[in-house]
């Protein structure tokens, strides 16, 4: 039976860090990226604490995707690049997202957006406005990413960008904010990061255009 009614204040979360024991953690996989696998056992919503539980957690960097908005223009700056996880992808593994990196030690979430704005896009970046932080997978993955929404001159953006040493191949399109709304109805847009994005815009994208 759970203590929460209707109308009743609860804590949210029920518990905290200190209510989790990490009995062992041992590295499977280390490239890139890690994968551990962990055992530990935590308290439970009635009482007592739970048996030894064993997950396998993939150990991510922190990550920034910002979004290239033009309030002038009303329009939008989306880049295509090929994904590995996406292989099996019945249409295509090309994928429709926002510019998007890696926090590297020493790095603000901000000053990322900045470099990979550059980096993916050719774009330099006005303003920033800092959106949601969050987990896309916190049952199997360490990683937490950071969005912004940048407000920038899109008039002069076009062409293939990315870094020869990451063998990065990526197409920047600048589409009008109606057309990125159809691609999102249409399923085109299919990815965490760009759909909180492009919906987080929806929202917000009138007093941004009256405030300009």
Known sequence: MTDTQPGRDAQLPSFD?????????????????????????????EGGWSGRVVREVHERHAAVGVLLYDVERDSVALVEQIRAGALNDRVSPWKLEIVAGLVEEGESPA????????????????????????????????????????????SELGGVYGLDAEHEDIRVHVLPFSRVWELLQEGRLDNAMCLIAIY?????????????
């Open 17 to 45: 860090g200190g209510d989790v024991e990490l009995i062992e953690r041992r590295c499977l996989h280390q490239g890139f990226f890690r994968l551990d696998e962990v055992h530990l056992r935590h308290r439970r919503f």
């Open 111 to 154: 000053e990322v957006a900045r470099r990979e704005a550059v980096e993916e896009a050719g774009c330099e970046i006005d303003a920033l406005i800092e959106l949601h932080t969050y987990y896309p997978s916190p049952g199997a993955c360490s990683e937490q990413v950071t969005l912004f929404c940048a407000l920038v001159d899109c």
């Open 200 to 212: 987080w815009l929806a929202g917000q994208r009138a007093s941004l255009r009256a405030r300009s």
